[in-house]
C-alpha cells in the first residue's frame, strides 16, 4: 500500500484528491492544512511514497517543505499543486519533482502524480 500526503487548505480540492488517489490500489491519503501540519507528517515514522504540496496555505509557502522531505524521506518524490501563475518556476526552484497548476483537468493531475510514484 501506498502513502501519499497531501498538504493542501483548499477543502474540496483535497477531498477530491483524497478520494481519487485512495481509490487507488489502497493508497492511503493522509491530509494536512497548514504547513505545521505537513512538516509534522512529514518529520513523522509512517512511510511516505508521495508528498503532495500546495503553495500557498494559511501559515506558510508550501514549497517550504520541500526540504523537509528530501531530509527525512529522501527517495520520496514531491509534486508541488497551486494556481499560482509561477508554479512551475517556483516548484523548479524548491526541487520539487513536478509542478501543476489546478487549472489543469483532474484526469491530468492524477496521471502526473501516478507517474512519480511508479
Known amino acids: 500500500m501506498k502513502r501519499v500526503i ?19 490500489n489502497g493508497t492511503e491519503v493522509v ?14 515514522d509512517a512511510p511516505l511514497d508521495l ?3 500546495d503553495l500557498m496555505l494559511p501559515d506558510g509557502d508550501g514549497a517550504d517543505l520541500v526540504d523537509e522531505v528530501r531530509r527525512h524521506h529522501p527517495k520520496t518524490p514531491v ?5 499560482r501563475d509561477d508554479v512551475a518556476q517556483v516548484a ?3 526541487g520539487a519533482d513536478v509542478a501543476i497548476h489546478k487549472a489543469t483537468p483532474l484526469p491530468s493531475i492524477i496521471s502526473s502524480i501516478e507517474r512519480l510514484t511508479r
Open 51 to 53: 508528498a503532495i504540496l
Open 79 to 83: 509534486a508541488i499543486l497551486s494556481a
Open 6 to 24: 497531501v498538504v493542501e487548505d483548499h477543502s474540496v480540492f483535497a477531498q477530491a484528491l483524497e478520494f481519487v488517489l485512495g481509490k487507488e
Open 31 to 44: 491530509l494536512a492544512r497548514t504547513v505545521e501540519d505537513g512538516r509534522a507528517l512529514i518529520r513523522g
Open 92 to 94: 523548479s526552484e524548491a
